[in-house]
């Protein structure tokens, strides 16, 4: 069992769809990143989350410490938000990360 | 500073050739990381370096492989003699503070190698 999985792996929306993407980590960790890559592109960090809740336009990102959970919605998706969506964990007091296999979003128009 | 820089974006080899990657960190960024991403997967710790320093190598990390950072600036990854098991996205990320889990990193755009 991997330490970071997300679900789904998949997902395909109509433009408009309110989307959200889980994360469960078995791991302690200093913080959580939502991250987004697009089709041979890098990384781009979306948010960084160690309690609560953020807002970042259309997006939101909570987590749930007790529970480790995390979430991130997109309201009112956009074909342009299509790309895979990454959930990194930094455990406590190191300097790695570890990833989720990601959630492959396709938001059709 | 335009963030982290990887060079080449592509890189196609035949199977045994060398290749040798680049990667140019945010200019105060003291903490340099080599994460290797195949298909369908997350990317996976290869290496890093705090300075000039490699500190931590992922049993990932065959002797085929060799990271340097030589002035603790720019980092290369040097793959010897590659497999088509090779072919991924390799990653560059760099960070400041001391426990960079906390404040996060900054991504390259990472330098695709595909081995035919």
């Known amino acids: 069992k991997n330490e970071v999985e997300q679900s789904p792996q998949n997902l395909t929306a109509q433009e408009g769809e309110f989307i959200t993407i889980n994360c469960s980590y078995s791991v302690g960790i200093s913080a959580l990143h939502w991250l987004q890559q697009h089709p041979g592109g890098g990384i781009v960090s979306l948010f960084m989350l160690s309690s609560g809740k953020k807002k970042h336009g259309r997006l939101i990102a909570t987590i749930n410490i007790q529970e480790k959970h995390s979430s991130l919605h997109i309201t009112a998706s956009h074909p342009r938000d299509s790309a895979v969506y990454i959930c990194a964990v930094g455990t406590s007091g190191t300097y790695k990360y570890i990833f989720g296999t990601g959630t492959r979003l396709k938001v059709l128009a | 500073d335009t963030g982290v820089s990887q060079n080449p974006r592509h890189k196609i080899t035949k199977r045994g050739q060398n290749v040798t990657f680049r990667c140019d960190p945010i200019?105060?960024?003291?903490?340099l990381y080599w994460y290797r991403q195949t298909l369908g997967q997350g990317p996976e710790f290869l290496t890093y370096?705090?300075?000039?320093?490699?500190?931590?190598k992922s049993r990932l990390l065959s002797d085929r492989f060799s990271a340097e950072r030589p002035k603790g600036s720019f980092s290369t990854l040097e793959i010897q003699r590659t497999e088509q098991g090779d072919s991924a996205m390799y990653l560059c990320?760099?960070?400041?503070?001391?426990?960079?889990?906390?404040?996060?990193?900054?991504f390259g755009s990472g330098t695709r190698l595909t081995v035919v």
């Open positions: 990320a760099s960070s400041l503070r001391q426990h960079p889990a906390n404040y996060g990193y900054t």
């Open positions: 370096f705090q300075n000039e320093a490699q500190l931590e």
């Open positions: 200019s105060e960024h003291n903490r």
